[in-house]
């Protein structure tokens, strides 16, 4: 069975932190790993990795993949109230390629 | 982008009567939508993959008579939760996916919250 495994559940940091978030997977087939931002509802698209060793990075944020040691990261530097949400982790794989969630980290940034 | 829209955001009925929740692309055509349960501090749980024209693929566990999905159109899924039950209860979310999208492969709506009393 496909597992996707986040920690830490829960995190507390102050404005200007920086938090490093984990994802270890277990999947046939890999495809791909991606990250979302859910902040009230709708989850929110971060970024999607493929290949090993190559950071993805947007503003503040970036991630990276390990598929030999099968896990990401997710790196927020600098952070700031409006980045806390809970952070998804979702791998892509399986017979049909679909999408498995971890149960994902919550994060509260305090000012 | 693409945008998803999700009726109702909230949902309070009884228990024993049924709630039907509609998920609409508004923009693209969705050959597939996906149902999604979530319970507090849980993971997003896929229920069923909803392809226009056919039965949707439910996955174990998720009773499908009890989760009617129907997906008649190209651009509208609806869930159907019969004779809702106060275990029903939960944050129910629907994605969609637009052929030809890059990175972004999902689209989310904004989820619906049924409270079964």
């Known amino acids: 069975e496909d597992k996707v495994v986040q920690s830490p559940l829960s995190l507390v940091v102050h404005e200007g932190d920086t938090v490093t978030l984990n994802c270890s997977y277990e999947?046939?087939?890999?495809?791909?790993l991606l990250w979302y931002k859910q902040e009230k509802k709708a989850p929110t698209f971060l970024f999607m990795l493929?290949?090993?060793?190559i950071e993805k990075k947007s503003g503040r944020l970036s991630s990276i993949l390990d598929k030999k040691e099968l896990f990401s990261i997710l790196n927020i530097t600098a952070t700031q109230t409006g980045d806390s949400a809970i952070y998804l982790c979702?791998?892509?794989?399986?017979?049909?390629?679909?999408?498995?969630f971890g149960k994902g980290i919550t994060l509260s940034v305090r000012p | 982008g693409a945008v998803v829209s999700q009726h109702p955001s909230w949902v309070i009925c009884k228990s024993g009567t049924s709630v039907k929740i509609e998920c609409r692309s508004l923009?693209?055509?969705?050959?597939?939508m996906f149902w999604y349960r979530q319970f507090p501090k849980q993971s997003l749980m896929l229920m069923a993959t909803?392809?226009?024209?056919?039965?949707?693929?439910?996955e174990q566990g998720v009773e499908k008579d009890k989760f009617l999905i129907n997906h008649a159109s190209l651009t509208l899924s609806t869930l159907t939760v019969t004779s809702a039950h106060p275990e029903d209860s939960s944050f129910y979310i629907c994605?969609?996916?637009?052929?030809?999208?890059?990175?972004?492969?999902?689209?989310f709506g904004s989820g619906t919250q049924l409270s079964v009393l």
């Open positions: 994605s969609a996916t637009k052929e030809g999208t890059g990175p972004e492969k999902l689209f």
């Open positions: 999947v046939t087939n890999f495809r791909s």
């Open positions: 923009d693209f055509q969705a050959t597939t």
């Open positions: 493929t290949s090993s060793g």
């Open positions: 909803s392809n226009e024209g056919s039965k949707a693929t439910y």
């Open positions: 979702a791998v892509e794989g399986g017979a049909n390629s679909k999408l498995t």
